[in-house]
């Protein structure tokens, strides 16, 4: 019987199914890595991912060298043992071996005659393919808006050597992570001034990414225009919405008669108006914007308080391990079919074991948001629905942490651990000081 050829790589890519592209940010970071290049780096869709491992395993053939001492790095041809690094980590020894006609015939007669010590090769896992970063390696970070964006800054405090990749909506942010796109996200959670961003709040109940961090950054807002652009000149200006109401004092100072106008983010504001030519429109955005898109800065440091600090968590697929030999914070999220009625019940689990809370957010219950009571004297009462987010200073190694859990899930008919992870203890100072 006449063998039937395997089909072709372009066969198999014409025809399999693919997943939408990505929306991003008009200017985009490709992935690339020094030590394995991915075709289609940016899109991947879990068929392009599992074609990229095939890839990878082709690459990290390591050769027998019975000559060789151990250690040397090199083959007898001078060739390097392994690909240098995946995220930041030196790949193993797979013990794969190249299939040709000449390879079948060795190791049948090696088979034979029981020659072969070589220990069996074992199926490449995602371990290898893509362990969790070490510290100090580029990895790729995807943040929400456009290069300038204070969560590009974020990111880089976060992971200095990283790969920041823009994202046009905080939801694609979290799809990249999922989609192996990005190796972590790093979005905003609250600001001092602002309050919570909700958006995010409900985007970490609706995803299945972990909390492995967190940073603080304050945030130092300046007024940018094009050059030979006066302030008299202006007659609007555009930002993101907390961006001009951490601003709106300040600006009323300036004597800036102008209409204020929200988009989507600071930096994408100062893009807007450089590409755009507007010379009648002013954003707020930071400095390095400025420098990015060509711009004037026209006014420094006009937030209304100067203790103006976002801080912004770091997502990714696996949790971290958590340790007790550093501080700590854990995240949750709760409900209950009954109400806000066990919320002091949930609380006194904490106090009783002093744990201090750090932070309590309520969000409606998007499934339930309206609870019905009947009650024969004043008929049927409507109440809303809530989840509730804490935050408490405890790892989850802890004991008091463990049990104190224990209790919640007692009196929640819904518990999730959103993270547990080390807290931000770099030393604060007022935003003027970036």
Same mark, same amino acid.
């Given at each position: 019987?006449?063998?039937?050829?395997?089909?072709?790589?372009?066969?198999?890519?014409?025809?399999?199914?693919?997943?939408?592209?990505?929306?991003?940010?008009?200017?985009?970071?490709?992935?690339?890595?020094?030590?394995?290049?991915?075709?289609?780096?940016?899109?991947?869709?879990?068929?392009?991912?599992?074609?990229?491992?095939?890839?990878?395993?082709?690459?990290?053939?390591?050769?027998?060298?019975?000559?060789?001492?151990?250690?040397?790095?090199?083959?007898?041809?001078?060739?390097?043992?392994?690909?240098?690094?995946?995220?930041?980590?030196?790949?193993?020894?797979?013990?794969l071996?190249?299939?040709?006609?000449?390879?079948?015939t060795?190791?049948?007669?090696?088979?034979?005659?029981?020659?072969?010590?070589?220990?069996?090769?074992?199926?490449?896992?995602?371990?290898?393919?893509?362990?969790?970063?070490?510290?100090g390696?580029?990895? =790729?970070? %995807?943040?929400?808006?456009?290069? +300038? #964006?204070?969560?590009e800054? $974020? *990111?880089?405090?976060?992971?200095?050597?990283?790969?920041?990749?823009?994202?046009?909506?905080?939801?694609?942010?979290?799809?990249?992570?999922?989609?192996?796109?990005?190796?972590?996200?790093?979005?905003?959670?609250?600001?001092?001034?602002?309050?919570?961003?909700?958006?995010?709040?409900?985007?970490?109940?609706?995803?299945r990414?972990?909390?492995?961090?967190?940073?603080?950054?304050?945030?130092?807002?300046?007024?940018?225009?094009?050059?030979?652009?006066?302030?008299?000149?202006?007659?609007?200006?555009?930002?993101?919405?907390?961006?001009?109401?951490?601003?709106?004092?300040?600006?009323?100072?300036?004597?800036?008669?102008?209409a =204020?106008? %929200?988009?989507?983010?600071?930096? +994408? #504001?100062?893009?807007?108006? $450089? *590409?755009?030519?507007?010379?009648?429109?002013?954003?707020i955005?930071?400095?390095?914007?400025?420098?990015?898109?060509?711009?004037?800065?026209?006014?420094?440091?006009?937030?209304?308080?100067?203790?103006?600090?976002?801080?912004?968590?770091?997502?990714?697929?696996?949790?971290?391990?958590?340790?007790?030999?550093?501080?700590?914070?854990?995240?949750?999220?709760?409900?209950?079919?009954?109400?806000?009625?066990?919320?002091?019940?949930?609380?006194?689990?904490?106090?009783?074991?002093n744990?201090?809370?750090?932070?309590?957010?309520?969000?409606?219950?998007?499934?339930?948001?309206?609870?019905?009571?009947?009650?024969?004297?004043?008929?049927?009462?409507?109440?809303?629905?809530?989840?509730?987010?804490?935050?408490?200073? $405890?790892?989850?190694?802890?004991?008091?942490?463990?049990?104190?859990?224990?209790?919640?899930?007692?009196?929640?008919?819904?518990?999730?651990?959103?993270?547990?992870?080390?807290?931000?203890?770099?030393?604060w100072?007022?935003?003027?000081?970036?």
């Amino acid at each position: 019987m006449q063998a039937i050829a395997p089909p072709s790589q372009s066969f198999i890519r014409a025809t399999r199914p693919r997943l939408a592209p990505f929306r991003v940010a008009s200017i985009q970071c490709v992935y690339r890595s020094d030590s394995v290049n991915f075709p289609n780096g940016v899109g991947l869709s879990r068929a392009d991912w599992q074609s990229s491992c095939a890839i990878l395993t082709s690459k990290v053939v390591s050769k027998e060298q019975p000559t060789e001492k151990p250690g040397s790095g090199t083959g007898s041809d001078g060739s390097a043992d392994h690909i240098a690094a995946v995220n930041g980590h030196k790949t193993i020894d797979l013990n794969l071996v190249p299939i040709t006609d000449k390879n079948k015939t060795d190791l049948a007669a090696a088979d034979i005659n029981n020659n072969n010590n070589r220990p069996p090769a074992r199926p490449l896992t995602i371990t290898d393919l893509s362990p969790a970063p070490m510290h100090g390696s580029q990895i =790729r970070v %995807a943040y929400q808006g456009v290069p +300038g #964006a204070y969560s590009e800054a $974020a *990111a880089g405090k976060a992971y200095p050597n990283c790969e920041a990749i823009p994202c046009d909506q905080f939801e694609v942010a979290f799809q990249a992570v999922e989609l192996w796109i990005a190796d972590r996200a790093v979005l905003p959670i609250e600001n001092s001034l602002g309050g919570s961003i909700h958006r995010n709040y409900d985007l970490l109940l609706r995803h299945r990414l972990h909390i492995v961090g967190e940073v603080q950054l304050p945030v130092h807002h300046c007024l940018l225009a094009l050059p030979g652009v006066r302030k008299e000149y202006l007659t609007r200006v555009i930002s993101h919405p907390q961006a001009l109401a951490q601003c709106e004092l300040t600006l009323t100072k300036l004597g800036l008669n102008v209409a =204020r106008e %929200a988009v989507d983010d600071t930096a +994408g #504001a100062a893009e807007f108006v $450089a *590409a755009n030519n507007l010379r009648d429109t002013a954003a707020i955005a930071s400095a390095r914007a400025a420098g990015l898109y060509g711009m004037n800065i026209l006014a420094d440091g006009i937030q209304d308080d100067s203790s103006n600090v976002t801080r912004f968590v770091m997502l990714a697929r696996e949790p971290i391990i958590p340790r007790t030999d550093r501080p700590f914070k854990t995240s949750i999220v709760f409900a209950h079919e009954k109400g806000t009625s066990v919320l002091f019940k949930v609380l006194s689990a904490f106090a009783f074991r002093n744990i201090s809370l750090t932070k309590i957010e309520s969000r409606p219950h998007r499934n339930r948001p309206i609870r019905l009571v009947d009650d024969a004297n004043v008929g049927t009462a409507k109440h809303f629905e809530y989840m509730f987010y804490v935050d408490f200073e $405890a790892s989850m190694a802890d004991v008091r942490a463990q049990n104190a859990l224990a209790e919640v899930q007692e009196f929640t008919t819904f518990l999730r651990v959103l993270g547990s992870y080390p807290m931000d203890m770099t030393p604060w100072c007022p935003s003027g000081g970036d």
